[in-house]
Protein backbone atom coordinates (compact mmCIF):
# COMPACT_ATOMS: atom_id res chain seq x y z
CA UNK A 1 0.00 0.00 0.00
CA UNK A 2 1.34 3.58 -0.71
CA UNK A 3 -0.33 6.63 0.66
CA UNK A 4 -0.46 10.22 -0.82
CA UNK A 5 -1.80 13.15 1.80
CA UNK A 6 -3.03 16.54 -0.47
CA UNK A 7 -5.04 19.17 0.81
CA UNK A 8 -2.53 21.64 2.51
CA UNK A 9 -2.41 24.93 1.50
CA UNK A 10 -2.42 28.37 2.92
CA UNK A 11 -5.21 29.76 5.51
CA UNK A 12 -6.38 32.29 7.14
CA UNK A 13 -6.31 32.52 10.83
CA UNK A 14 -9.62 31.19 11.34
CA UNK A 15 -9.97 29.12 8.53
CA UNK A 16 -10.08 25.57 7.51
CA UNK A 17 -8.76 22.70 5.34
CA UNK A 18 -9.07 19.59 4.50
CA UNK A 19 -6.55 16.90 4.46
CA UNK A 20 -7.19 13.79 2.22
CA UNK A 21 -4.90 10.87 2.75
CA UNK A 22 -5.66 8.58 -0.44
CA UNK A 23 -4.35 4.92 -0.51
CA UNK A 24 -3.44 2.92 -3.94
CA UNK A 25 -1.74 -0.52 -4.45
CA UNK A 26 -3.99 -2.29 -1.72
CA UNK A 27 -6.95 -1.57 0.48
CA UNK A 28 -7.25 0.82 3.92
CA UNK A 29 -10.19 -1.88 5.05
CA UNK A 30 -9.04 -2.75 8.70
CA UNK A 31 -6.17 -0.36 9.03
CA UNK A 32 -5.26 1.86 11.73
CA UNK A 33 -4.53 5.90 10.18
CA UNK A 34 -2.63 8.20 11.76
CA UNK A 35 -2.05 11.93 10.75
CA UNK A 36 1.37 13.53 12.12
CA UNK A 37 2.77 17.18 11.47
CA UNK A 38 6.16 18.64 11.96
CA UNK A 39 7.06 21.98 11.95
CA UNK A 40 10.44 23.46 11.57
CA UNK A 41 12.83 22.46 14.33
CA UNK A 42 10.51 20.33 16.07
CA UNK A 43 9.89 16.60 16.28
CA UNK A 44 6.78 15.08 14.45
CA UNK A 45 4.40 15.09 16.69
CA UNK A 46 0.65 13.08 16.51
CA UNK A 47 -2.48 14.23 15.29
CA UNK A 48 -5.20 12.77 15.53
CA UNK A 49 -6.20 8.67 14.70
CA UNK A 50 -8.53 6.43 13.65
CA UNK A 51 -9.25 2.61 13.88
CA UNK A 52 -10.26 0.16 10.54
CA UNK A 53 -13.43 0.21 11.16
CA UNK A 54 -13.84 4.45 12.31
CA UNK A 55 -15.46 3.55 15.31
CA UNK A 56 -12.54 4.97 17.56
CA UNK A 57 -11.26 8.25 17.19
CA UNK A 58 -8.37 9.68 18.95
CA UNK A 59 -7.06 14.00 18.75
CA UNK A 60 -4.17 15.51 20.50
CA UNK A 61 -5.23 18.04 23.04
CA UNK A 62 -3.56 20.40 20.63
CA UNK A 63 -6.46 19.89 18.04
CA UNK A 64 -9.12 18.26 19.69
CA UNK A 65 -12.65 20.44 18.47
CA UNK A 66 -10.91 21.78 15.77
CA UNK A 67 -9.80 19.22 14.25
CA UNK A 68 -12.07 16.02 12.84
CA UNK A 69 -10.67 12.38 11.29
CA UNK A 70 -13.19 10.62 9.06
CA UNK A 71 -12.13 7.48 6.26
CA UNK A 72 -14.18 6.62 3.61
CA UNK A 73 -13.20 2.95 3.10
CA UNK A 74 -15.28 2.43 0.07
CA UNK A 75 -13.16 5.68 -1.49
CA UNK A 76 -9.61 4.15 0.18
CA UNK A 77 -9.39 7.05 1.77
CA UNK A 78 -9.04 8.76 4.90
CA UNK A 79 -9.77 12.80 5.78
CA UNK A 80 -8.73 15.69 8.32
CA UNK A 81 -11.02 18.32 8.60
CA UNK A 82 -9.20 21.05 10.11
CA UNK A 83 -11.67 24.11 11.56
CA UNK A 84 -10.72 27.53 13.54
CA UNK A 85 -6.95 26.78 12.15
CA UNK A 86 -4.29 29.17 14.23
CA UNK A 87 -0.48 29.82 13.53
CA UNK A 88 0.57 27.38 15.40
CA UNK A 89 -0.73 24.75 13.24
CA UNK A 90 1.25 25.90 10.25
CA UNK A 91 3.63 22.27 9.55
CA UNK A 92 4.22 19.65 6.90
CA UNK A 93 1.41 17.22 7.88
CA UNK A 94 1.65 13.36 7.17
CA UNK A 95 -0.70 10.29 6.93
CA UNK A 96 0.83 7.19 8.18
CA UNK A 97 -0.52 3.21 8.47
CA UNK A 98 -0.64 0.27 10.58
CA UNK A 99 -2.59 -2.59 10.60
CA UNK A 100 -2.07 -3.13 14.16
CA UNK A 101 -1.73 -0.42 16.76
CA UNK A 102 -1.63 -0.67 20.53
CA UNK A 103 -3.41 1.59 23.41
CA UNK A 104 -0.89 3.73 23.95
CA UNK A 105 1.46 4.07 20.62
CA UNK A 106 -1.17 6.04 18.56
CA UNK A 107 1.11 8.84 18.77
CA UNK A 108 4.56 7.21 18.52
CA UNK A 109 6.00 7.62 14.78
CA UNK A 110 7.64 4.66 15.24
CA UNK A 111 4.84 2.14 15.15
CA UNK A 112 3.68 3.14 11.72
CA UNK A 113 5.32 1.20 8.88
CA UNK A 114 3.87 2.73 5.88
CA UNK A 115 3.75 6.77 5.55
CA UNK A 116 2.66 9.29 3.06
CA UNK A 117 4.50 12.18 1.66
CA UNK A 118 4.06 15.12 3.68
CA UNK A 119 1.68 17.83 2.26
CA UNK A 120 2.24 21.93 4.05
CA UNK A 121 -0.18 23.34 5.55
CA UNK A 122 0.77 27.02 6.43
CA UNK A 123 -1.93 29.18 8.57
CA UNK A 124 -0.96 32.92 8.56
CA UNK A 125 -2.51 36.51 7.82
Known amino acids: VQLQASGGGLAQPGGSLRLSCAAS????????IAWFRQAPGKEREGVSC????????YYADSVNGRFTISRDNAKNTVYLQMNSLKPEDTAVYYC???????????????????WGQGTQVTVSS
Open 96 to 114: AAQSTVYSGTYYAPHTYSI
Open 25 to 32: GGTLDYIF
Open 50 to 57: ISGSGGSR
